[in-house]
């Protein structure tokens, strides 16, 4: 109750952050060599809009359930980093709040030398303490885009409380952390602190 409490306090001022990078204004120029879901979002990496599955608490933080195993993701080509902030609104019932992430700005390429830092961070993925405690506070999202021979995954990190890390087999479909993903694992899970501050500085 006190999280959602906090998080209610919180919405006016994310309502007027979020509104900043709403437009379709990210449309790449045409590309004749894209292919595989790359291809399928016209070069698009990431979504205006994070997916929602399972979402009980109607404010698409996820699932809060730690991962059962470590993932293993392939070496990315390219990748792209997206800030996402909350964004606020009535509930299925059109009674109470609930908020959705809205993508703020713009895609950002990652340079291939940040890259290389990256993609070590990333094979440090492992479960998340199911006895974690987290801090009861709010911020942004930051997801980080890869694509592997135009297949793209995301690795979505919270910018506060435990700085969850879940992951999506396709950023545009699939919410994070949610289950029935093939290409990588289910749940929260947990990375050194230097892989969002190098998402952040990407």
């Excluded at 952050?17 to 894209?34: E, N, R």
């Excluded at 592997?148 to 435990?162: P, R």
Aim: aromatic letters at 4%.
């Amino acid at each position: 109750m006190d999280t959602v409490r906090q998080v209610v306090t919180t919405l006016p001022l994310l309502a007027v952050l979020s509104l900043a990078g709403c437009g379709d204004d990210d449309v790449p120029p045409p590309q004749t060599d894209l292919v595989g879901e790359l291809a399928a979002h016209n070069g698009r990496a990431c979504p205006h809009q994070l997916p929602v599955g399972e979402d009980p608490d109607g404010y698409g933080f996820g699932t809060e359930e730690p991962a059962d195993e470590r993932p293993s993701l392939l070496t990315p080509d390219a990748a792209w980093v997206c800030r996402y902030l909350a964004r606020p609104g009535l509930g299925p019932n059109g009674d109470g709040s609930t908020f959705r992430w809205q993508r703020d700005g713009k895609p950002k390429p990652v340079a291939p030398t940040r890259l290389a830092a990256l993609t070590e961070h990333l094979d440090e993925l492992k479960p998340a303490d199911a006895g974690r405690i987290c801090t009861d506070d709010l911020g942004p999202r930051w997801m980080l885009v890869s694509t592997h021979d135009g297949d793209l995954t995301g690795v979505v990190v919270d910018d506060y409380g435990c700085r969850s890390i879940r992951l999506t087999d396709e950023p545009f479909e699939t919410a994070p952390g949610d289950p029935g993903q093939p290409d990588t694992v289910p749940g929260v899970l947990s990375a050194p602190a230097q892989l969002l501050a190098d998402l952040k500085a990407a």
